[in-house]
Each structure stands twice: as C-alpha cells, then as structure tokens.
Nanobody, 122 residues
Framework: QLVESGGGLVQVGGSLRLSCLAS????????MAWFRQAPGNEREFVCA????????TNEDSMKGRFTVSRDNAKNMLYLQMNSLEPKDTAVYYC?????????????????WGQGTRVTVSS
C-alpha cells in the first residue's frame, strides 16, 4: 500500500515536499517513482529511484527543480519540488514496481497510491 501526503496550494516560485509511505512489502525490493496527472492530460513520469539511490528524472519537464529521495529504514519516498510553476499543478502519484525496472512507463508499475493534489497559483 502506498499513501502520499504533502500536497497543497503554493504560490509560484514556492516549494513543496511530497511524501509516500509504503507498507505491506519489503521496501528495498521496489523501484519507486513519482508520476503526475493534470486535468485532461495523460499521466506523466516525474522521476524514479532504486533501492541504492540510482535515479531517473524527466528533465524535460522538471529542469532540475525536483529531487527524489528515499529512506529505506522508514519505507518512505520523497519528492522535493522547488521553483514551482503553474504547469506543475497536478495530482502527484507514488508508484512502485518489483521488477527492477527503472522506467518512465506507467504500465511497468504495479502499485499506486491514491495521489496528492498540488496546486500552484500565479
């Protein structure tokens, strides 16, 4: 089970830190990822991280503003988002796969959280 938190309303240029608590499995077996989905858009890959902190980031969209991390001892995944822009407004989802696939493809991820909403106001 994956449960996200930390979303909310923030002004342009502000920061948020999203969290995802994982339960029900061995956390280190999973590649963890963040996706987001804005209204009317397809789900978009944000970033992924392995148990040994290898990362994959959608730099085209994130442009160095977002940083993913995980705390294996606490079964937690994080997304630090800085310099937020209105285009970052979306529901952000935590996802996991146990196939060791570090990928941008949503269908590779077997487990999803319910999402946390981020709204960036101008």
């Amino acid at each position: 089970q994956l449960v996200e938190s930390g979303g909310g309303l923030v002004q342009v240029g502000g920061s948020l830190r999203l969290s995802c608590l994982a339960s029900g499995g061995t956390f280190t077996k999973y590649v963890m990822a963040w996706f987001r989905q804005a209204p009317g858009n397809e789900r978009e890959f944000v970033c992924a991280i392995t148990d040994i902190d290898s990362t994959l980031t959608n730099e085209d969209s994130m442009k160095g503003r977002f940083t993913v991390s995980r705390d294996n001892a606490k079964n937690m995944l994080y997304l630090q988002m800085n310099s937020l822009e209105p285009k970052d407004t979306a529901v952000y989802y935590c996802a996991a796969n146990d196939k060791n696939q570090v990928t941008m493809t949503p269908t590779a991820y077997d487990h999803w959280g319910q999402g946390t909403r981020v709204t960036v106001s101008s």
